[in-house]
C-alpha cells in the first residue's frame, strides 16, 4: 500500500473556529482503496471532511488534491462529495437530483444524461430514480447521494457518515458498491462512528480525535505500535492446560490466564514473532487447536486504547 | 509507480462555464417552486389581473376600429389601459403583492432550505464557487418576480402595440419598453437580495412570512402613520416598495422635475441602502460552513 501514490496530500494543516481549534496539525496522504476516518463527534472529521472537498480554507498547512489546491474549482474535479445530509429536495425525483449535480459539475445535456445514468446504473437506482425523493428511504437516499458523488467519476470519493441509519441488506449492498469503487482504483474515505463497520470495510483506517490524528495505517500496523498494550488471543483447544505450559516458554508472550474448560487467553507483545511461532509448535505437537482469535485488534479496541493514550 | 499506472488520469473534459451553472441553479429552483400547489393558485392570481387588462387592450382596440371618433372617451373611461408609461407603472406596481405573497413562501424552497438542511454543501462541493451559486438563486428569485411583473407587462406593450394599425406605437414608445424592463429590472434585483439575506438567516417559511410581513406591511403602516403623525412626507421613504415604485416611475421618465426629482435622489439612496445591507448579510452565511450538525 504504501508504495502506491497518494492522491490527496494533507501537510501540516491546523483550522481555527476563532478561539476553537478543530484541527491540529494534520498530515495524511490518501491512497486508493477504502480509508476509514473513524473519531468521536466533536474530534474534526467534518472540518477534515471539509478540508478535502474545498469547502473550507486551513488556517495553516496545505491540503492538496493531485497538484494544486483543495480550494481551487480544479481539484474539484477530481473529488466525489456524499455529505451526510439527506433531507433536500424532497420534491426532486432522484434522476433529476443527480444529472442537475452533474450538470453543476459542468457537463452538458447529453452529457449529464449519460453521467447520471451511469451512476444510477452503479448504484443500482435505475428502476427507482424516478420517484421523489421524498419517497425514499434512509438506504435509497444514501445510493442517490452516492450517485451524485459519483457522477462525474471522481478518484476520490469522500463518504460522511454513509451506512448511517441504513439497515442491513441495504448496508450490505452499499458496501459492495464502495468496494467495485476502491477495486477500480479509486480512493474512498468513509467518515464514521460505528467502528465495527471498519473492521471488515476499510483497508486503512485514520483515528482522529480532539483535532489530533492519533494513528493512521491498517489495524493491524496501528495494533503493533501499541507496545502498552499487549495484544490478547484466545485459543480453544483440546489440552490448554498442556499449550499454556508452552506459550509460557515463548518471549513474545507476557502472560497467560486459563479460561476453563478449554480457552486460555494469552497476553502478545510481538504479534510479529508469536505467530509463526505458535503456527511451528501447532504443527510439531498435537495441541488440537479448534479456535484462535484476537480479541482486541478491532477498530474499536484499537480506538479505546488510543483515546487512553491520549488521555494520559 | 506513476500516477497513471494506478487509474488515475488527468481531466481533459471539455465542460461549461461555471456561470451556466448559475442558469442550472436558477433553473432547478424556479422548478422546484412551481412543483407546488401554493405558487399554481398565487401565479392563477397574478394572471387573472393580467388576462383582465390583456382583454381590456382587446376591447379598447375594437371599439376603436368600430367608432374612432370614441377612443378618447374609451380612454376616459378605461383609464388602466391607455398604452401610456403611468398605465404600465400601476400594472406593474399592482402585480407586486401577489409577487410578494408568492416570494415569501418561496424563499423557503428557493434559499432558506439549502441552509436549513444542509443542501449548501452539494453546491459548494462541485465546480461552482460562493458566487455562482449567489447568482443562480438570485436568478431564480429575480425570474419568479419577472414571472409575474415584467414578463406580462411586456406581452400586454407588443399587445397594445400589435392593436394599433401601424407598428407606429411600437416605434414611438420604445421609451415604455425601456422603463418596464428598468423597473422590472429593479424589482428582481432588489427583492432577489432582500429575500436571499432573509431567507438565508431565517431558514424557515413562517419566520420568513413574518419578517416579509415586517418589511413591506408593517413598515408602509408605520411610515404613514409617522408621516401624519409628523407631518413630515420623508416618513414615506421608509416604505421599501414605494421607493421602488419611485425609481420605477423614473424608468419610465414621468418625473417631474424639481421636488419629485430629490425624492428619487433619497428613494435611490435607501434601496442601494437595503441592497448594500443584503449583501453584508448574505456574504457570512455564504462563508460559514456548519461542521458540527
Not at chain 1, 433531507?87 to 457537463?107: I, K, Q, T
Not at chain 2, 419610465?252 to 434601496?271: H, K, P, Q, R, Y
Amino acid at each position: 500500500m504504501s508504495e502506491t501514490p497518494s492522491l490527496c496530500r494533507f501537510r501540516r494543516v491546523s483550522k481555527w473556529y476563532g478561539a476553537v481549534i478543530a484541527l491540529n496539525d494534520v498530515s495524511f496522504a490518501l491512497r486508493p482503496g477504502i480509508t476509514g476516518l473513524v473519531g468521536p463527534n466533536g474530534a474534526g472529521k467534518s472540518t477534515l471532511i471539509k478540508l478535502l472537498t474545498g469547502q473550507l480554507r486551513p488556517s495553516l498547512g496545505e491540503v492538496r488534491v493531485q497538484d494544486v489546491s483543495a480550494w481551487s474549482a480544479a481539484a474539484r474535479s477530481y473529488i466525489g462529495y456524499c455529505p451526510d445530509a439527506d433531507a433536500f429536495y424532497e420534491e426532486m425525483s432522484g434522476r433529476a437530483f443527480v444529472r442537475f449535480m452533474a450538470r453543476l459539475r459542468g457537463y452538458r445535456r447529453n452529457d449529464a444524461h449519460e453521467r447520471s445514468e451511469a451512476a444510477l446504473q452503479q448504484v443500482e437506482m435505475t428502476d427507482r430514480a424516478d420517484r421523489k425523493l421524498g419517497s425514499y428511504s434512509k438506504g435509497m437516499r444514501q445510493r442517490i447521494k452516492l450517485a451524485q458523488a459519483i457522477v462525474h467519476d471522481p478518484d476520490v470519493v469522500v463518504l460522511d457518515e454513509p451506512l448511517n441509519g441504513v439497515d442491513p441488506v441495504g448496508r450490505a449492498q452499499l458496501v459492495r458498491v464502495f468496494r467495485q469503487l476502491a477495486d477500480a482504483g479509486k480512493a474512498i474515505l468513509i467518515s464514521s462512528h460505528i467502528l465495527d463497520e471498519m473492521d471488515t470495510l476499510a483497508d486503512q483506517v485514520m483515528f482522529i480525535c480532539r483535532g489530533r490524528m492519533l494513528a493512521s495505517g491498517t489495524l493491524e500496523e496501528i495494533r503493533e505500535m501499541l507496545e502498552d498494550h499487549p495484544l490478547k488471543v484466545r485459543i480453544n483447544a483440546k489440552s490448554p492446560r498442556e499449550l499454556a505450559g508452552q506459550m509460557l516458554r515463548l518471549n513474545a508472550v507476557r502472560g497467560v490466564q486459563l479460561e476453563p474448560p478449554q480457552s486460555l487467553l494469552l497476553e502478545v507483545e510481538r504479534p510479529g514473532e508469536f505467530f509463526p511461532e505458535l503456527a511451528r509448535l501447532a504443527a510439531k505437537e498435537d495441541y488440537e487447536i479448534e479456535k484462535l482469535e484476537v480479541v482486541d485488534a478491532s477498530t474499536e479496541a484499537v480506538f479505546d486504547y488510543l483515546l487512553r493514550q491520549a488521555g494520559q | 509507480m506513476s500516477v497513471d499506472s494506478v487509474g488515475f488520469r488527468g481531466w481533459s473534459e471539455r465542460l461549461t462555464s461555471p456561470w451556466l451553472s448559475s442558469w442550472s441553479i436558477a433553473r432547478t429552483g424556479l422548478l422546484l417552486v412551481l412543483r407546488r400547489k401554493l405558487f399554481w393558485i398565487l401565479l392563477g392570481l397574478a394572471l387573472l389581473n393580467f388576462l383582465f387588462m390583456f382583454a381590456l387592450i382587446y376591447l379598447k382596440a375594437q371599439l376603436s376600429a368600430q367608432n374612432p371618433a370614441i377612443e378618447r372617451f374609451v380612454d376616459r373611461i378605461l383609464t388602466s389601459v391607455t398604452g401610456t408609461g403611468d398605465s404600465y407603472l400601476n400594472f406593474m406596481f399592482l402585480q407586486g403583492t401577489v409577487t410578494m405573497l408568492m416570494l415569501a413562501f418561496a424563499g423557503e424552497v428557493l434559499v432558506g432550505s439549502d441552509f436549513q438542511q444542509g443542501g449548501l454543501t452539494f453546491y459548494l462541493s462541485r465546480r461552482i464557487s460562493r458566487r455562482h451559486y449567489a447568482l443562480g438563486k438570485l436568478l431564480g428569485i429575480g425570474m419568479l418576480v419577472s414571472l409575474t411583473t415584467t414578463i406580462p407587462a411586456v406581452i400586454l406593450f407588443i399587445e397594445y402595440g400589435a392593436m394599433t394599425d401601424s407598428l407606429t406605437y411600437l416605434r414611438e414608445n420604445w421609451r415604455i419598453l425601456l422603463g418596464i424592463l428598468g423597473y422590472g429590472a429593479i424589482m428582481a434585483t432588489v427583492l432577489s437580495l432582500v429575500l436571499f439575506a432573509l431567507a438565508a438567516w431565517l431558514e424557515k417559511t413562517v419566520p420568513l412570512v413574518m419578517a416579509w410581513a415586517a418589511l413591506f406591511v408593517l413598515l408602509p403602516v408605520l411610515g404613514r402613520i409617522l408621516s401624519r403623525v409628523q407631518d413630515d412626507e420623508d416618513w414615506l421613504l421608509i416604505m421599501l416598495w414605494r421607493n421602488l415604485r419611485l425609481l420605477g416611475s423614473w424608468c419610465f421618465g414621468s418625473v417631474d422635475a424639481g421636488e419629485e426629482t430629490e425624492l428619487i435622489g433619497w428613494a435611490a439612496s435607501i434601496v442601494l441602502l437595503v441592497c448594500a445591507a443584503s449583501v453584508a448579510a448574505i456574504i457570512p452565511r455564504l462563508r460559514a460552513i456548519r461542521v458540527v450538525q
